[in-house]
Every structure is written in structure tokens, then in C-alpha cells.
């Protein structure tokens, strides 16, 4: 199946000819930056963000953080679904990359070699968006951050030159949509077993940090009652 437009004037190739074509103007440096950032950078910037989720999860009361902890859990899991999700749908829709299908367009120093094989849906946007939402459904205002994140790998790779517009909000719509729709069940299986983790002696320290002694309260001087001032 061919699928999706490949070629022809319409909005997705304008876009890609727009965004591709700051890489025209930019210095050397920046491509390299923006390949960096949208290969490496931005995952590893989201796999930081769901530890320090999981660290403050940790200093919740133990209901909230084990359900805390139980979304931290189904992010990835859920990423990985999506990805595998992906591998079918693309040999689905079998479309060509960019690069291949449209002439004048900039493609960065090694992202060809990222390139290879269908362009619909993107990897990467499916991966950190999935992340990304992942983490809201523990964390509403990291999770935002991680939204950010997503969208801005999103970007980088049709700056690259190995993916439309199209491509990229196919790879958002569909990491959204495995860790929403799957959320449900995938929480009432993983909240019995984080709550059984929480509980073991050792191991719960995984979902909340040890409660911390509160300090022996220092007693104040009591004020004489006004009859013992009276005699």
C-alpha cells in the first residue's frame, strides 16, 4: 500500500520544505546539535524527567504514591507497546522517506543512516510521546514538560529530512493513544503488584522513602495560673 501523499504540492510537503529548509540557513554546528538533541538528547532528557517523577512520587502519602509509581511503571511499558504496534503499521503503510520521494531537501549528516526503511509512523515521536504522557498520568506538570519534549523530537526529525510533518503526528497520536486507552486495564493489573512491592520491607523503598522521625517537640514554659500570681 503506497499510502498517505508523496508527492505533489499540499500542506504536509510544504511543511516539510519549510521546517527542512531552516537547516539551509543554519551554521553547521546547529544541524549537528539538532541530530544530537533529536537522536539521543531529548530521550535520555525524558527518561531523566520519569526518575525525578519517581523521586518526588516517592514522598507522597502511600496510596498516592503508589499509584504514583504504578503509571512510572506503565510508561515505558507502554512505549514499547506502541513501538511494537508500529512495526506492522508501517510495512502496512509502506511509505517512502522524504528524502527519497522530493528533490532540494537538506539531510543531515547521518540521518540517512537513521532513515532506512518506511517513513509513517515516526519511532521516535511514538516513543517520547508515549513517555511524555506517560509521565502526566503520575505527574501532571513534569508530564507537561515531557509533552514539550515529544513535540520538540517531533520537530527535529522532520528538520532532518527523514519524516513529514504527517509522520510525526501519526507517531504523537498513536504513543498517546496505546498509553490512554490501554491505561485502564494496565493499572488495575500493576496496582496490586506495586502495592505488594510497597509492602515488603525492603523493596517498598522503591515506591516510598522511608518516613522521616519527626523531631522530639521542645515544651514550652507553662504561664502561671493568675490564682498562684494572686498569692
Given at each position: 500500500m503506497a499510502g498517505l501523499t508523496t508527492g505533489?504540492?499540499?500542506?504536509?510537503?510544504?511543511?516539510?520544505?519549510?521546517i527542512n529548509g531552516l537547516a539551509h540557513r543554519a551554521p553547521d554546528w546547529f544541524d549537528r546539535g539538532v541530530s544530537l538533541v533529536g537522536s539521543y538528547g531529548i530521550p535520555l532528557a525524558l527518561t531523566l524527567l520519569l526518575l525525578w517523577c519517581w523521586h518526588g512520587a516517592r514522598r507522597q502519602d502511600e496510596v498516592t504514591a503508589a499509584e504514583s509509581f504504578a503509571s512510572l511503571v506503565w510508561a515505558p511499558l507502554a512505549a514499547a507497546i506502541a513501538c511494537l504496534v508500529n512495526v506492522p503499521l508501517r510495512e502496512f503503510v509502506a511509505r517512502p522517506r522524504p528524502f527519497t520521494q522530493h528533490d532540494g531537501l537538506d539531510v543531515l549528516a547521518g540521518a540517512t543512516g537513521q532513515g532506512v526503511g518506511h517513513s509513517f509512523v515516526s519511532d521516535h515521536a511514538t516513543l517520547t510521546m508515549a513517555l511524555g504522557?506517560?509521565?502526566?498520568?503520575?505527574?501532571?506538570?513534569l508530564?507537561?514538560?515531557?509533552i514539550g519534549l515529544a513535540l520538540a523530537e517531533g520537530l527535529c526529525r522532520v528538520y532532518l529530512g527523514v519524516h513529514y510533518p504527517t509522520d510525526v503526528i501519526g507517531g504523537l497520536a498513536l504513543g498517546t493513544a496505546v498509553?490512554?486507552?490501554?491505561?485502564?486495564?494496565?493499572?488495575?493489573l500493576l496496582g496490586p503488584l506495586v502495592r505488594a512491592v510497597a509492602r515488603a520491607p525492603r523493596a517498598g523503598r522503591l515506591v516510598r522513602a522511608r518516613e522521616r522521625v519527626l523531631a522530639t517537640p521542645v515544651e514550652l514554659p507553662q504561664r502561671p495560673a493568675e490564682s498562684d500570681l494572686a498569692a
Open positions: 505533489g504540492p499540499n500542506v504536509d510537503v510544504s511543511l516539510l520544505y519549510r504522557v506517560g509521565v502526566f498520568l503520575a505527574n501532571r506538570r508530564g507537561l514538560l515531557g498509553v490512554l486507552l490501554l491505561a485502564p486495564p494496565a493499572l488495575a
